[in-house]
């Protein structure tokens, strides 16, 4: 009997916590639903120089390029950031959890990330690279690729860019495009980037352009 008894006060007290737990965040209203996932509604470009790498914590430093600046090839990054539009998926988190261990989780909120594809990457120059990359040529084979995806936990990875794209990846929360080849003569260049996405039957091509800046060859 006192066994039943200390078990039914257990239940009692954690179901007390549990429903102030709940009331308390609802009534803060930072117990969700939350946006999950997101599409990209279009692409923003950033025209960058490799300043430095720390190979530790995986972080890479940039500076912005203006038009005409100079740069070595494998200082050339161009940053590609998916302008995101919010939605709530149908894996969302509860408002309470049936746990009250459970609970702080449960009410915190998610990463988003996304189920798109990115089914290609072309990026073309506005001139002459070299005598295999010529105006309007694919460059992919030129570009690696370092990633950032935070619902993976994926900073900063670096890859050949032909490699990820056949992957058939989800849309990252970052890409930067960095150039691992030196032109075959010191020029200014700019470059097109055709970004494609595929979400179910729906499919967006977005098309953007790099600062044009000198690379020098080397």
Avoid at 58 to 78: G, H, P
Avoid at 190 to 208: A, C, D, G, H, M
Wanted: proline share 4%; net charge neutral.
């Amino acid at each position: 009997m006192k066994k039943l008894i200390v078990i039914l006060l257990i239940g009692m007290i954690s179901g007390s916590i549990w429903l102030l737990s709940c009331s308390k965040r609802n009534h803060d209203d930072d117990c969700g639903p939350f946006p999950n996932k997101f599409k990209s509604t279009g692409v923003f470009v950033y025209t960058l120089k490799v300043d430095s790498f720390d190979s530790l914590s995986r972080s890479y430093i940039f500076d912005t390029l203006k038009v005409t600046d100079t740069v070595q090839f494998n200082e050339l990054a161009i940053q590609l950031t998916p302008e995101k539009s919010f939605y709530i998926g149908s894996a969302i988190r509860q408002k309470c959890a049936s746990s009250v261990f459970n609970e702080a989780y449960a009410c915190s909120p998610p990463i988003p990330y996304s189920d798109e594809q990115n089914d290609y990457i072309i990026i073309t120059s506005t001139k002459d690279f070299d005598q295999t990359h010529k105006i309007g040529k694919n460059l992919t084979d030129l570009f690696d690729v370092v990633i950032l995806d935070l619902f993976k936990n994926i900073i900063y990875y670096r890859m050949s860019l032909q490699d990820y794209l056949a992957l058939r990846p989800n849309t990252k929360d970052e890409l930067i495009l960095i150039l691992k080849k030196a032109p075959e003569k010191t020029d200014d260049f700019l470059f097109n980037i055709q970004y494609s996405r595929t979400l179910v039957s729906e499919q967006k091509l977005f098309v953007v352009e790099s600062t044009k800046v000198v690379i020098i060859n080397n």
